[in-house]
């Protein structure tokens, strides 16, 4: 079965660069969601593959791919963007399934 | 605005049956395209994706949990459902109701999600 690796934790400055990875088999090949969740909250779309920038998200939420691995960046963060980020996927071998990432819990210093 | 909402036992007894409803507002249920699914989180742990469903009622569930798991459908009141059969401890989670733009695409936007424990 398909397995998404995110590290566990990512420690940023404010105002700074934030890149949070997810590796799989091939990933370039999939689309690939991100998912933003706070502690006690539902998690919240922040990036879709192929598709609009969901609604109230800020531009400074961006995602890519490369070979194995794909990315979510935050540029300029902010304390409140201080959450737990899933990556997520689809895999059809041998059955349709929906996969997610361990997750990874950004702090800003 | 679409909204998700939960609703069900926040205490079910190991051996039994898990039921929750997802009552879904300010859309339909019936809608083209839309998927409409359960995800569920550990306390403290990571998200599982469990099944979906679209309105005429074709299904696709996770493999590990397709033996104990159904999703109906009931478009006349607008709201999906879950039954895990044969629950242990291990089933312990938040559990939320989503929508799927498509067939293989993200979840938005999810309901609040509600606390099942498993426990006699």
């Known amino acids: 079965s398909y397995v998404l690796t995110q590290p566990p934790s990512v420690s940023v400055a404010p105002e700074q660069t934030a890149m949070i990875t997810c590796g799989g088999d091939n990933i370039r090949r999939k689309s690939v969601h991100w998912y933003q969740q706070k502690p006690g909250q539902a998690p919240v779309l922040v990036v879709c593959d192929d598709c609009d920038r969901p609604s109230g998200i800020p531009a400074r939420f961006s995602g890519s791919k490369s070979g194995n691995t794909a990315t979510l960046t935050i540029s300029r963060v902010d304390a409140g963007d201080e959450a737990d980020y899933y990556c997520q996927v689809w895999d059809t071998n041998p059955d349709r399934r929906g996969v997610f990432g361990g997750g990874t819990k950004l702090t800003v210093l | 605005q679409l909204q998700l909402q939960e609703s069900g036992p926040g205490l079910v007894k190991p051996s039994e049956t898990l039921s929750l409803t997802c009552t879904v507002s300010?859309?339909?249920?019936?809608?083209?395209?839309?998927?409409w699914g359960w995800i569920r989180q550990p306390p403290g742990k990571g998200l599982e994706w469990i099944g979906s469903?679209?309105?005429?009622?074709?299904?696709y569930y996770n493999p590990s949990l397709k033996s104990r798991v159904t999703i109906p459908v009931d478009t006349s009141n607008n709201l999906i459902s879950l039954r895990l059969t044969s629950v242990t401890a291990a089933d312990t989670a938040v559990y939320y109701c989503?929508?799927?733009?498509?067939?293989?695409?993200?979840?938005?936007?999810w309901g609040q999600g509600t606390l099942v424990t498993v426990s006699s």
């Open positions: 300010g859309g339909s249920i019936s809608s083209s395209s839309y998927y």
């Open positions: 469903i679209y309105y005429s009622g074709s299904t």
């Open positions: 989503v929508r799927q733009e498509r067939v293989e695409t993200w979840f938005d936007p």
